[in-house]
């Protein structure tokens, strides 16, 4: 009899044991998608507030430019890819129809500004320096007077730097960012003081 109940107890032990194993496996074995789509936070929810001054610069320009912006309106804008490694920027204080027919004696501008990448890199949020040829990433920017010519971010040795044009953020409808441009030597025609400051964003 002592030896029934004691089979009978091994047995019932095993069945348990199985039984909480199959049980604890089926458990294990359920698989859950803990995988989260990331949401893209839009930081581009700014205006532009670029500002601008040209004061005697006269390097290949027609006339005087005298020029104070304290926020430039871009009335357009037009962004385009060259390449994911070659992107432009143009953004104007004037529209095609005030183009065509100039009713004031306001200058029309032009802003542009190109990005470049280089070495496998691609044009992404980052902080590029001015022509920094020696970096993966840098961008060139100038100012186009309509009817006088170009203004350049010209420099010489024993200058600081022009700054530089960040990317806050780059998607496929808009881009972004923070213009930190700078030269100033008042003496030489050449150079001026120049300056381009403040945020953008445009859509692309």
Request: hydrophobic letters at 35%; glycine letters at 6%; aromatic letters at 8%.
């Amino acid at each position: 009899m002592k030896k029934v109940l004691f089979y009978s107890a091994i047995i019932a032990l095993a069945i348990f044991t199985a039984c909480g194993d199959k049980k604890e496996d089926k458990k294990g074995g359920e698989t859950k998608d803990t995988t989260k789509t990331e949401e893209v936070v839009d930081l581009c929810t700014y205006e532009n507030a670029i500002t601008m001054v040209v004061k005697g610069y006269k390097y290949q320009m027609k006339g005087d430019v005298n020029i104070e912006i304290a926020k430039f309106e871009a009335k357009q804008s037009i962004v385009t890819t060259l390449n994911d490694s070659t992107i432009e920027v143009k953004m104007s204080n004037y529209t095609q129809e005030e183009l065509v027919n100039k009713q004031n004696d306001a200058e029309q501008i032009d802003i542009l500004v190109t990005f470049r990448a280089k070495n496998g890199k691609k044009i992404e949020a980052g902080v590029y320096k001015y022509n920094d040829y020696q970096s993966d990433i840098y961008a060139s920017a100038n100012i186009i007077v309509i009817g006088k010519g170009t203004v350049w971010f010209n420099w010489v040795m024993g200058m600081p730097e022009q700054g530089t044009i960040t990317i806050e953020q780059i998607t496929d409808e808009k881009i972004c960012g923070n213009f930190n441009l700078n030269v100033d030597d008042p003496k030489s025609d050449q150079i001026g003081t120049v300056r381009l400051n403040g945020k953008f964003s445009v859509a692309r």
